[in-house]
């Protein structure tokens, strides 16, 4: 359904997203995962073809058998919200002030559908509906500031959905909302991603999201990938050592820690690495690691790693 093929962002000429290879089917949900910073929403918003000024990329981006990259503005507008949809990190920034909800979830309607103004309205409010928005008359005539945060959130997924997309790109669509909503929300999503088929990328840094979401994980580190596998795989034996550090900080009941373990701070700023963006923050480098970087190949359990020397190496080994 959607597939990314090297794709390579960069920024004025410095790189912020390297050779990310992924392949969504339909209903199936591909979680990307990495500490803050690490390229996600930037794939994210080359996939949506909403890149920065100054941003520019590479390699390729195909919605079934038709290429994105290169497209023109209408074209890319057209796939936009139709096929396509996203779910922005904060709702309160990606939803406009001056409009109400109802107006903003009609005018999917009126764009890509050519609706009317009343029959827009009209199925604005079912689309509300549909994502369990209480009292959805009253919340279409509300605007942004008005509603909770959960609230918006489910503004924001019922925009995403509006024209049944094929791809659903939800951006930490949890993010600063509470446990018992953040609940409502995944489970609203793995809903009608079921009852649509619809493919997902779902981004987030909440590993515990990920485990009981996601068929297969992407995990990202400095813009790179580093490791691909199915998702219960990953969670029982991540190969790449950053992938373990990730999963070690996730609390889990039974296991009382007076202190979660955290990665070593860098001491010193500028390029990460000549070789591998991790080794200096890596117990298992070796010199290799300093002076090339690992590429993605095949490993075991229906996984890629990107590591010259990857845990289940060293674990035989010790």
């Known amino acids: 359904m959607l597939t990314l093929d090297r794709l390579s962002v960069s920024i ?25 910073g690490c390229g996600k929403t930037m794939t994210a918003l080359a996939v949506m073809g909403l890149l920065p000024g100054g941003a520019t990329a590479r390699g390729s981006i195909r919605l079934e058998e038709r290429e994105l990259l290169g497209l023109g503005a209408n074209a890319v507008s057209a796939i936009r919200g139709r096929d396509i949809g996203m779910v922005f990190q904060e709702p309160l920034t990606a939803l406009n002030p001056v409009q109400t909800v109802g107006a903003q979830v009609a005018e999917m309607y009126r764009i890509h559908e050519r609706a009317g103004a009343r029959a827009a309205q009209r199925r604005a409010i079912e689309a509300l509906a549909e994502v369990q928005l209480s009292d959805p008359s009253r919340r279409a005539r509300a605007y942004p500031h008005e509603l909770s945060g959960g609230m918006r959130q489910r503004a924001m997924l019922a925009m995403a959905l509006a024209c049944r997309p094929k791809v659903l790109i939800a951006d930490e669509p949890t993010t600063a909302l509470d446990v018992t909503v953040q609940a409502q929300i995944l489970d609203l999503v793995r809903r009608l991603a079921e009852d649509r088929n619809m493919a997902i990328l779902f981004i987030t840094h909440n590993l515990a999201v990920i ?108």
């Open 211 to 318: 485990s009981d979401l996601a068929d297969k994980v992407l995990v990202m580190y400095a813009g790179r990938p580093v490791e691909t596998a199915p998702t219960r795989a990953l969670f029982e034996s991540p190969e790449h050592p950053y992938s373990a550090a990730l999963l070690a900080t996730v609390p889990r009941l039974g296991h009382r820690r007076t202190r979660l373990p955290a990665l070593p701070a860098l001491e010193e700023s500028g390029p990460l690495s000549d070789g591998c963006a991790f080794a200096r923050r890596c117990q298992y480098s070796e010199p290799q690691c300093h002076v090339a970087v690992p590429p993605l190949t095949n490993a075991r359990n229906g996984r890629r790693i990107a590591c010259f020397n990857p845990l289940n190496r060293t674990e035989g080994q010790a």
């Open 12 to 36: 004025y000429g410095q790189p912020v997203v390297n050779e990310v290879s992924l392949t969504i089917n339909r209903g199936e949900c591909i979680g990307l995962v990495g500490e803050s």
